[in-house]
């Protein structure tokens, strides 16, 4: 199994960046089906962004819409790790944020956290407004 650790979390103010990441162990995650979600408090882990292997270096991603177009996932396979780079963040993007190995695309298109099989312990993003 895969051993996942994030960092990258802090306290920014609305607008600005962060870049989490997600450094994995234990395995190597190139062909791994790897993603991010984000829990804030009181509410569920909700999916924020997926990267799957298709062929060679072609990789397939998804985002949530409240993401799209601010959030970008991507990997280093050198480095066995993943990253989020977050733009333009804002008040509601105030959560913890948690990178999983070995979900899937279901039909529906959506993305669920109990089809992820490995975990990292999580990191915090707080955006004050």
């Known amino acids: 199994q895969v051993q996942l650790v994030e960092s990258g979390g802090g306290l920014v103010q609305a607008g600005a960046s962060l870049r989490l990441s997600c450094a994995a162990s234990?395995?190597?995650?190139?062909?791994?089906?790897m993603g991010w979600f984000r829990q804030a408090p009181g509410k569920e882990r909700e999916f924020v962004a997926a990267?799957?292997?298709?062929?060679?270096?072609?990789?397939?991603?998804y985002y949530t819409d409240s993401v799209k177009g601010r959030f970008t996932i991507s990997r280093d396979n050198a480095k066995n790790t993943m990253y989020l780079q977050m733009n333009s963040l804002k008040s509601e993007d105030t959560a913890v944020y948690y990178c999983?190995?070995?979900?899937?695309?279901?039909?529906?298109?959506?993305?669920?956290?109990?089809?992820?099989?490995?975990w990292g312990q999580g990191t915090q993003v707080t955006v004050s407004s």
């Open positions: 999983a190995a070995g979900g899937g695309l279901r039909p529906s298109g959506a993305w669920y956290a109990s089809d992820f099989g490995s």
């Open positions: 234990g395995r190597t995650i190139s062909r791994y089906n």
């Open positions: 990267s799957t292997w298709h062929s060679g270096s072609v990789y397939y991603t």
